[in-house]
């Protein structure tokens, strides 16, 4: 299995940044892709972005475009999201999440908060 940890989630005013780190460990393969979800209450989790391991191909989700960026370093298995000129529909909890061919993990999560 692989164990993720995220950190970097709390309270932010309207305008504000915040970066996200998640860290893997454990099984961990070459080809990967590191993504971002977040949910609030009473929705389907949602793709924020993702990075490939070997390319460095980026996806993102229309409403963060231009605003967040997600970046990754292979050497220490970390994935990164930069979120800047946040509001307060972008607060919802924040997963990590780690795919292979073989294997499917997801971090326990961050709340970020973006309120007055």
């Known amino acids: 299995q692989v164990q993720l940890v995220e950190s970097g989630g709390g309270l932010v005013q309207p305008g504000g940044s915040l970066r996200l780190s998640c860290a893997a460990s454990g099984f961990t393969s070459s080809r990967n892709t590191m993504s971002w979800y977040r949910q609030v209450p009473g929705k389907e989790r949602e793709l924020v972005a993702s990075?490939?391991?070997?390319?460095?191909?980026?996806n993102y989700a229309d409403s963060v475009k231009g605003r967040f960026s997600i970046s990754r370093d292979n050497t220490k298995n970390t994935v990164y999201l930069q979120m800047n000129s946040l509001n307060p529909e972008d607060t919802a909890v924040y997963y990590c999440?780690?795919?292979?061919?073989?294997?499917?993990?997801w971090g326990k999560g961050t709340l970020v908060t973006v309120s007055l």
């Open positions: 990075i490939t391991s070997t390319d460095g191909f980026t």
């Open positions: 999440r780690w795919q292979s061919s073989r294997l499917d993990s």
